[in-house]
């Protein structure tokens, strides 16, 4: 249900925008994740972004460096990805969190919906 | 920041085998657990929710317990598919942490 795409190769510095695109059923109801797998490494929560797009949440590690937007009327989510650094090498997946009805969002308690990930590599 | 810690961070089973996964919260997140199953080139797969229950859909050998800040996962008879990394997440609090995974090998 959910398909990213915008990885590739960057340059330490550079940017890149990724974009996850889903089904209405997913963006009228969910709000929206990011997370990260470096090679070899776990996975980490990066970003969160409520369903309206009022409220953001972002690790440290790339705060001030990576803005989550969406266009629920495109059925898509965004990462775009500023100043980048080797260590932001990663697969990144688009998933989804709290479960909302009626425009009431329930806290996030799993991520239950989740892209096949795309691969950005930083390097020069 | 909440540091999840899984234990052990290997663990080798026969096909059959109860197999048993600890993740320990830094500071009480409740029952705000879950757990994923990940494989090679493939999205990770929920599998727990609120620390103990079962997505819809998963085997009901996988299970889940504890709160505050112990938790585990169980597989109770570990089947040939379930050769994988596990992971523990949190989201009481931002930002929402992963445990750094339990690979689960073949003996």
Request: hydrophobic share 30%.
């Amino acid at each position: 249900q959910l398909v990213e795409s915008g990885g590739g190769l960057a340059q330490p510095g550079g940017s890149l925008r990724l974009s996850c695109v889903g089904s209405e059923f997913v963006f009228n109801n969910y709000e929206m994740n990011w997370v990260r797998q470096p090679p070899g490494k776990g996975l980490e929560w990066i970003s969160n972004i409520s369903l309206s797009d009022s409220t953001t949440q972002y690790v440290d590690s790339v705060k001030g460096r990576f803005i989550i937007s969406r266009d629920n009327a495109k059925k898509s989510l965004y990462l775009q990805m500023n100043n980048l650094r080797v260590e932001d090498t990663a697969v990144y997946y688009c998933a989804t969190g709290g479960l909302c009805t009626s425009g009431v969002c329930q806290s996030a308690t799993y991520f239950k919906f989740w892209g096949q990930g795309t691969l950005v590599t930083v390097s020069s | 920041d909440i540091r999840m810690t899984q234990s052990p961070s290997t663990v080798s089973a026969f096909v059959g085998d109860r197999v048993t996964i600890t993740c320990r919260a830094s500071q009480s997140i409740r029952d705000w657990l879950a757990w994923y199953q990940k494989k090679p080139g493939k999205a990770p797969k929920p599998l727990i929710y609120k620390a103990s229950t079962l997505e819809s859909g998963v085997p009901s050998r996988f299970s889940g317990s504890g709160f505050g800040t112990e938790f585990t996962l169980t597989i109770s008879s570990l089947q040939p598919d379930d050769f994988a990394t596990y992971y523990c997440q949190q989201l009481s609090t931002y930002p929402w942490t992963f445990g750094q995974g339990t690979r689960v090998e073949i003996k």
